[in-house]
């Protein structure tokens, strides 16, 4: 056993049993009891005569590895003696005690009159004041003294050293559940300063010995049930700064042990709540910053075309990242960013750190804006087909970027900064992001609607619906009869729970074999043409605009309308994560709801021409015409329902308001808000409920609408309103058993041609369910479409299997006998009754 100094030096010999003094002892220590604590001291005495009282004593006091030299004479006290230890080994304490053979020596008594023979061992002992963790001090002597004794030997497996991985286990595994209870038993390891010799083993010559440092080490970092809780494990955030501060300053920052240290750090910094910053704001900024600076050097070397940015690293960067601008905000008290004069102004007294990592975001931003250029660069020297295999080595700009965008709201009008870059290099960035995977890495790009396009957005909110392929689960299966369509769909939807939804979605209509993806899409389609059939009340279409939506304030009539609204939510949100274009359209009084936008007069252009041109004229009205009151208008709504007729005061007293030129204005705005947000707002709020069910989180339904403009989501949904292009479609197809040259193929080509716009969409949904196309056109669809040659006689009609795009076409003699056929099956009540799935 060794007795320890208590501040060595890291390149000196490291203590192996740290006992604090009163003030280090830990802040709930009781002070009227004692606990003992032993180390102990090699006190040797040679070439000595005890029997006279002058003889000169040497004592060997081996203090780690160091051994000091004390003279003594035979009628020194022991508390002389004591006292001169305490002094030349800085080990201080209020109550030290020498044992002899189990025999505390009486401080007054003389070295002569205690009978202490030649070449023994006195051991010292400190008492100090007790712990309230005395089994945490205890197992920590225990392992301190193995590590010292496995150093001075050299060999782990020396006879008689307890192992120290086992201890440390044992530490680990004594971790109170109550978390002011954890904090303090890890306090106890630091103060032993046991990380100090965890390191030390890590630099052991020794190979073994380096194996147990490093694997002792992980254990703090790496979460084990076993061993440990995981709320407990959140405290060992101290013991990892500890860690990566010695390993930094030993084996650096290059070392694998120190940046798995790191990335641990940084993975608990996440986890702690607010809680955690708001305790030591300042300290922990100061603490963070030079991580995020060491990672921020780390992550410049991107904008290299060849060069692929780790993947922890930048996760690495992202956690510290996010642990600083909690911190900063707590700094801050709680809100706001570092502001402006705080890091620009020289006059300003202010921290380095603000200035520093300023920099730092200036000199990133400047990197990610080169690697930008480097994209952009690449897309216009090379072909399409090189850009779509090669554009993906520049993927780690995005997630770079991604933390540019973060860090931006550490500082005050950075933001401005970031938005020119992704303004100026849009083009470049678009392209990324439809050659990237699915992630969520990338939404905080959806607010940014003026630098995406149309697709970027596109597959940027198509990311916010669960991912069908990863749910695992039996499908939802519907078995529908169709003169029942929509109350038993109704019943599928409306009644299943959430997360049964989120999955595939499994349909047979009764009495048909068909299944498979194009019944599916023919369900769609059919049950969509219910809900926003007008017979149903459950919605209006505008008058200028047959295929555009909002809610029908008259759809109270039903007692179970919002379960409906509730039920339509889902079954358009599915439509929408299975990528099936229904052919409806939102006005904009319905969707600026759901974007929690207001309604304004120019947005019920669509819905009601002719209140918009009556506002519209009082809004232009000359004053003095509108102040005589020739209009008769008070703030009052006249409502007409199923032959009754009622008023309707648009605020309190609004009978007796007269519209006149100074509060024209308030009626039209108390107007538009009445007759379209008010009298719908039950409706819209069961629509979102619904909506929101198909998210994994109810949050993100919100995201999805305010990502979109009107004209982007209605493209989504209701696919695209244009003429079917035939030379796309003839592009798109492919041939089963025919040739492009064959007669037949060139035959159907050109009586397709020759249809109208109607008949070519009853044979597009004939042959694929589908009666709108994506925005894309046929490009747009998930596989090209299929003319199969089938031996059938010439006398039967053509068959289709919707679910792979494919027509069945037998081989006609003549394009007449050919258009007869095909003039049939695009017959509207044919159409839907040949086929198969």
């Known amino acids: 056993m060794s007795l320890l100094d208590r501040s060595p030096p890291l390149d000196s010999v490291i203590s192996l049993l740290h006992l604090p003094s009163e003030r280090n002892c830990d802040r709930c220590a009781s002070l009227d009891t004692t606990q003992s604590l032993h180390f102990t001291a090699a006190v040797y005495m040679r070439d ?9 004593l040497h004592f060997f006091v081996r203090v780690s590895s160091k051994t000091l030299v004390l003279h003594v004479t035979a009628d020194s006290t022991v508390g002389s003696i004591i006292a001169r230890i305490s002094s030349v080994t800085g080990v201080t304490s209020t109550d030290h005690r020498l044992i002899y053979r189990n025999r505390m020596l009486s401080e007054g008594s003389t070295l002569a009159e205690c009978a202490i023979e030649k070449d023994t061992t006195l051991h010292l002992t400190c008492r100090l004041w007790s712990s309230r963790f005395p089994r945490s001090w205890q197992v920590l002597d225990e392992m301190l003294s193995a590590i010292t004794d496995m150093l001075a030997l050299g060999d782990p497996d020396g006879k008689g050293i307890p192992s120290v991985v086992s201890l440390v286990k044992k530490f680990l595994a004594m971790t109170p559940k109550m978390e002011d209870d954890a904090v303090g038993h890890f306090q106890v390891f630091i103060s032993a300063k046991a990380h100090i010799a965890f390191v030390k083993l890590y630099l052991s010559q020794f190979k073994q010995i380096r194996a147990i440092g490093k694997e002792v080490i992980f254990l703090f970092f790496t979460w084990n049930s076993l061993y440990l809780s995981k709320p407990a494990f959140l405290q060992c955030t101290p013991i990892l700064f500890e860690f990566c501060k010695l390993l930094a300053g030993t084996v650096g920052r290059m070392d694998s042990l120190y940046i798995s240290c790191r990335s641990a750090l940084g993975s608990l910094l996440v986890s702690q709540d607010r809680k955690f910053y708001l305790n030591e704001t300042r300290d ?12 921020s050097e780390a992550n410049f070397m991107f904008t290299s075309e060849k060069s692929y940015l780790a993947s922890d690293r930048v996760i690495d960067f992202s956690n510290f990242l996010k642990a600083l601008r909690l911190a900063i905000r707590g700094w801050l ?8 004069s705080m890091y620009k102004s020289p006059l300003y007294m202010c921290e380095e750190w603000a200035t520093v990592l300023h920099a730092l975001f200036l000199k990133l931003l400047e990197k990610v804006d080169q690697g930008l250029d480097n994209v952009d660069q690449f897309m216009i020297l ?5 850009i779509d295999s090669e554009l993906v080595r520049w993927s780690n700009i995005l997630p770079i970027l991604r933390e540019c965008h973060n860090f931006a709201k550490i500082y005050e009008n950075t933001g401005q900064l970031l938005h020119a870059v992704l303004l100026a290099r849009k ?7 439809k050659h990237v995977g699915r992630s969520e890495d990338q939404r905080w790009l959806l607010k940014f609607k003026d630098i995406t396009d149309f697709e970027t957005r596109k597959k940027l909110v198509m990311m916010l619906f669960p991912d069908r392929s990863s749910v695992f689960q039996e499908f939802h299966e519907m078995l529908i009869d169709r003169p029942q369509l929509l109350n038993e769909s109704f019943e599928y939807i409306g009644q299943a729970e959430a997360s049964a939804l989120r999955g595939e979605l499994y349909v047979v209509f009764k009495n048909e074999e068909a299944t498979g993806p194009g019944v599916l899409r023919e369900w ?16 209006l279409s505008c008058p200028n605009n047959p295929r ?10 039903d007692p179970l309308h919002l379960k409906y609204f509730s039920f339509v939510g889902r079954v358009i949100a599915l439509a929408l994560m299975h990528k099936i274009q229904i052919g409806i359209t939102f006005d904009r009084v319905f969707f600026l709801q759901l974007s929690g936008k207001t309604i304004t007069l120019e947005d019920i252009q669509d819905a009601d021409p002719f209140l918009y041109m009556s506002c519209k004229k009082i809004l232009e009205m000359d004053d003095e015409i509108l102040d005589s009151d020739v209009l008769g208008l008070t703030f009052v709504r006249e409502i007409e329902s199923l032959d009754s007729h009622r008023t309707l005061e648009l605020c309190p007293g609004g009978m007796k308001i007269v519209v006149n030129s100074r509060n024209r204005k308030e009626y039209v705005a108390l107007l538009i808000r009445n007759c379209f947000v008010t009298s719908i707002a039950e409706q819209i709020h069961h629509f979102s409920q619904g909506f929101s069910d198909i998210f994994s989180e109810a949050k993100l339904h919100k995201l999805f609408f305010r990502s979109l403009d009107v004209e982007d989501f209605n493209q989504l949904l209701g696919g695209s309103d244009d003429a079917i292009n035939v030379n796309d479609w003839k592009a798109h197809t492919e041939y089963g058993g025919y040739q492009e040259k064959d007669c037949q193929i060139s035959w159907f080509w050109k009586i397709v041609e020759d249809m109208q716009d109607d008949q070519k969409r009853t044979l597009l949904y004939f042959w694929t369910s589908l009666r709108h196309l994506p925005v894309e056109g046929f490009g747009g669809l998930s596989s090209k ?10 006398n039967r009609l053509p068959t289709s299997q919707t679910c792979f795009y494919s027509l069945y076409l037998p081989q006609y003699s003549s394009i007449s006998v050919m258009h007869d056929k095909i003039q049939l099956i695009t017959q509207e009540h044919v159409s839907c009754s040949f086929g198969m799935s």
Do not use: W
């Open 785 to 794: 479409l299929l003319i199969s040659k089938t031996l059938n006689s010439q």
């Open 48 to 56: 000595a005569d005890i029997d006279h009282d002058h003889a000169v």
């Open 382 to 386: 090379n072909t399409a087909a090189t």
């Open 524 to 539: 769609f389609r059919l049950v969509c043409h219910a809900i926003f059939n007008p017979q149903t009340v459950l919605f």
């Open 284 to 295: 922990m900024v100061t603490k963070l910053y030079p991580f995020v600076a060491e990672l």
């Open 333 to 340: 008290g709680g809100e706001g960013s570092v502001p402006e």
């Open 548 to 557: 555009r939506f909002f809610p029908n304030p008259g759809s109270v009539v």
């Open 427 to 433: 083009v470049p960035l678009n392209a990324l992001i």
